[in-house]
């Protein structure tokens, strides 16, 4: 099993700027990717940015530009540096590490909530 610890989230106003960390423990072998979903109310939870242990990420349209995701291999950490945010980018946001074991699996973080005021 994987244990994800989420922090930094927060009320911010639009313009502003937040980071969000979340640290990887227990069986953290045989990860391929970690990042940020977020899911605002009455809708799907969402892509925001990956991380492949590469160091390859993937960021969705609507955050290019505004957000940057970071690696620590050796603390197991991703980080998510979110600049310019808007109040659209209000949400849950979830952390995620995908694991190949035989098949991939995927673990959550709790979630944070974000918040943006106009």
């Known amino acids: 099993q994987v244990q994800l610890v989420e922090s930094g989230g927060g009320l911010v106003q639009a313009g502003g700027s937040l980071r969000l960390s979340c640290t990887a423990s227990?069986?953290?072998?045989?990860?391929?990717?970690m990042g940020w979903y977020r899911q605002a109310p009455g809708k799907q939870r969402e892509l925001v940015a990956s991380?492949?242990?590469?160091?390859?990420?993937n960021y969705a349209d609507s955050v290019k530009g505004r957000f940057t995701i970071s690696r620590d291999n050796a603390k197991n950490t991703v980080h998510l540096q979110m600049n310019s945010l808007k109040p659209e980018d209000t949400a849950v946001y979830f952390c995620?590490?995908?694991?190949?074991?035989?098949?991939?699996?995927?673990?959550w973080g709790q979630g944070t909530q974000v918040t943006v005021s106009s």
């Open positions: 995620n590490v995908k694991r190949r074991i035989i098949a991939q699996v995927d673990y």
């Open positions: 227990g069986s953290i072998v045989n990860i391929i990717a």
């Open positions: 991380i492949t242990s590469n160091g390859g990420s």
